[in-house]
């Protein structure tokens, strides 16, 4: 039956607490169980007057506000308050009544600038949020799996500027080079001089947000972004992560990383990353720290219709290849980029049945280039064909990429808000805490027993 209100309750007024409008489960409640806030106050006691000035805003309503923003993957600051303003669950969050006037967009920008600007308030929330979680027993961060996704920076693509800059020296660098040359003398040839000469490059830089990076995914897509360079556990709950430009490898920022990870949570037992950070420093690196490689297989790059690599048997005591026709590809030399060449005999290549499959040399010489760190990667490669190595690459997707999907599209990590490496890594920062808060807070929550 079709019924008609008769009369509006607009205007009545009720006597009612802001604590009895929120429901029980809502997610605000689960996080005020989970974890106390007031640890903020000691962060950042510094960075107020105790004596003078105007009464600042409540330090942790500060904090909590912008953690609604990401949470609930809010767009803006601006937009954060509307919300808090008519939300009564985000009032009584925040410690705010009915009535109370909810501060000004604009106050939490002016205390990051004025306050927070140079500091690591938020990674010290981030961390301190997990490990309250590592207290609580929900984290194991005993498997890492790490990864980066391209977060788009505020920025037009269209709006930049070509310049050559210095190339970054590779944080391993010193250390290839000792062992090039140890090689080297082995093999009775001279060491090669630390090269001193600046290789330089040309990039594309935004005008509008120049410590973003020209990423270049396909013809399609070519944007200026970011890179957050993440680790999490096995359970979903981030470890760490940085942020560099778009334009910044994977395989640069894993020994940085891991660092980070050791130094902060503590060294992972395991290690399981794509096939971008498949190299032969990054085996070693992991290896050296007792830590367990998980790589993916890669697919040989040989041109359709040549023998792959693998087909050429390497034989460790004589130091040579043998190809499959039988013959020996001797050592040559070491390259300044740390490859060891080995050739073949051309007047014995000339006549052989495979050389149509084999080389495109004019001279009928093949060539092969072998790492000297590349037994790393090979013993990466044996471990691959583990179970135990199979079933945790399995996990990436429901670990990993999950923890990016979900950033993305829950909390509004699918594009930068703001714009410098600092403020970015704010943002990521704030983000991935806000996930690890509710998780800590869906995982551990109680229901109150009824009066």
């Known amino acids: 039956m079709l019924s008609k209100r008769e009369e509006e309750r607009r205007n009545q007024l009720e006597v009612v607490a802001l604590d009895e409008l929120v429901p029980e489960d809502h997610l605000v409640r689960k996080i005020e169980q989970a974890i106390d806030f007031d640890f903020i106050y000691d962060l950042v006691k510094d960075h107020y007057s105790s004596d003078n000035g105007r009464p600042s805003v409540d330090p942790v309503v500060l904090i909590k506000m912008v953690l609604i923003q990401y949470l ?8 954060t308050i509307k919300e808090i303003e008519t939300n009564v669950a985000y009032r009584w969050f925040i410690g705010y009544g009915f009535s109370e006037k ?4 604009s106050t939490f920008g002016k205390n990051y600038v004025r306050r927070f600007h140079d ?14 979680a590592m207290k609580k027993g929900l984290v194991d961060p005993s498997i890492a799996f790490i990864d980066s996704t391209h977060v788009k920076a505020n920025a037009n693509k269209k709006k ?8 970054e020296t590779r944080s391993y660098q010193n250390q290839l080079h000792e062992e090039i040359n140890i090689d080297r003398e082995e093999h009775g040839k001279k060491p090669l001089p630390l090269q001193n000469k600046e290789e330089t490059k040309e990039i594309k830089v935004s005008t509008t947000d120049p410590e973003s990076g020209y990423y270049v995914k396909d013809e399609r897509e070519k944007s200026f972004a970011y890179s957050f360079h993440t680790a999490c556990d096995s359970k979903g709950f981030i470890l760490g992560s940085l942020v560099t430009g778009g334009n910044v490898h994977d395989s640069r920022m894993l020994d940085s990383l891991v660092s980070k990870v050791t130094e902060k949570v503590g060294k992972p037992n395991v290690v399981a990353v794509d096939a971008g950070y498949k190299t032969p420093y990054i085996a070693k690196f992991l290896m050296d720290q007792e830590i ?8 040989p790059r040989t041109k359709a219709g040549y023998l792959k690599k693998n087909e050429y048997v390497y ?3 004589f130091d040579c290849y043998i190809c499959p026709n039988g013959q020996i590809l001797s050592y040559r030399t070491t390259t300044r980029e740390g490859y060891k060449q080995y050739v073949s005999d051309s007047e014995v290549c000339e006549s052989c049945s495979f050389l149509d499959n084999c080389t495109q040399s004019q001279n009928h010489t093949k060539q092969i280039h072998r790492h000297i ?3 790393y990667l090979d013993e990466a490669d044996n471990l691959r064909l583990t179970e135990i190595n199979k079933s945790i690459y399995a996990k990436r997707k429901e670990t990993i990429e999950r923890v990016f999907a979900d950033a993305k599209e829950k909390h509004g990590m699918r594009w930068t808000k703001l714009r410098g490496l600092k403020k970015v890594s704010m943002q990521a920062m704030l983000t ?12 551990t929550w109680k229901v109150p027993c009824p009066a």
Do not use: C
């Open 292 to 299: 367990r490689p998980v790589m993916p297989y890669t697919r």
């Open 373 to 375: 760190w590349q037994d």
């Open 119 to 132: 500091t690591d308030l938020f990674e010290q929330i981030f961390y301190r949020i997990l490990r309250e």
């Open 160 to 167: 930049l500027e070509k310049k050559i800059v210095r190339v």
């Open 72 to 79: 609930f993957g809010i767009r803006s600051m601006r937009q």
């Open 102 to 105: 909810i501060p000004h967009f």
């Open 315 to 317: 034989d460790a005591y």
């Open 432 to 443: 991935f805490a806000a996930m690890n808060l509710k998780k800590l807070a869906n995982w």
